[in-house]
């Protein structure tokens, strides 16, 4: 079974702190993805990576950075959080294409900035 | 700008009757998936829809894919309470040729009423 995991499932912080979201995936994926999923607005592609140390933008990367030092972990990083960033982050993998192309997706990280 | 939209955002059905979920897309794509999210969960992917034409079934779920007109739908046949969930569709796009990024539509909150 594709294994997708965050490293929390809640998390609360405080604004202008730093935080981190990690995610790691146990098949091997090439590709690796953040979005946040807010009501109303379904699931936004934050960044994204196609190899280590490879990063690309998505559709909303302002005030978020991503880390991927090893193949099977990705980071996302608030550098200063902010209110406007509480949301559910979901993190995904995938192989590259077109070998496949299905996303699996991790369980979901809740977090609220006060 | 690939752009994908869902109707309707919520649907309240009673068990037993049949209804249709649409999932419309703005740009050329050959490829649709279709997710399940349960409260507070991530997504379970149900259907990948890979070709014009293409129809899948798995138990009360039917989903379908007519990439002339850009539009996928999913069936529910004799609703059941289980079926309560909120479905999104996403089309895929193709990024450098390695990488797959997906669309999400905002997703489809069905409640199944007793």
């Known amino acids: 079974d594709v294994k997708v995991t965050q490293s929390s499932r809640y998390l609360v912080k405080r604004t202008g702190e730093k935080v981190f979201l990690e995610c790691v995936q146990d098949?091997?994926?090439?590709?690796m993805f953040w979005y946040r999923q807010d009501p109303g607005l379904g699931l936004r592609l934050i960044y994204f990576?196609?190899?280590?140390?490879?990063?690309e933008k998505g559709d909303i990367p302002e005030g978020y950075s991503v880390s991927r030092e090893k193949k099977e972990r990705f980071s996302l990083i608030l550098e200063s959080a902010s209110t406007n960033q509480t949301s559910m982050y979901l993190c995904?993998?995938?192989?590259?294409?077109?070998?496949?192309?299905?996303?699996?997706f991790g369980p979901g990280t809740r977090l609220t900035v006060t | 700008e690939l752009k994908v939209e869902q109707n309707p955002l919520f649907l309240s059905m009673q068990e037993g009757k049949n209804y249709t979920i649409y999932c419309n897309y703005s740009?050329?794509?050959?490829?649709l998936y279709w997710y399940r999210q349960d409260p507070g969960k991530s997504l379970e992917s149900l259907f990948v829809?890979?070709?014009?034409?293409a129809v899948k079934q798995e138990g009360r779920l039917m989903a379908s894919l007519d990439t002339k007109a850009r539009l996928s739908t999913l069936h529910i046949t004799a609703a059941v309470h289980d079926l309560s969930a909120t479905y999104f569709c996403?089309?895929?796009?193709?990024?450098?040729?390695?990488?797959?990024?997906?669309?999400f539509g905002t997703g489809t909150l069905l409640a199944v009423q007793p």
């Open positions: 990576s196609y190899d280590v140390k490879m990063k």
């Open positions: 996403a089309v895929d796009t193709v990024y450098g040729g390695a990488t797959n990024k997906l669309i």
């Open positions: 829809l890979l070709s014009n034409g």
């Open positions: 995904a993998s995938s192989h590259r294409y077109p070998s496949s192309y299905e996303q699996y």
């Open positions: 098949m091997d994926h090439e590709n």
């Open positions: 740009t050329t794509s050959d490829r």
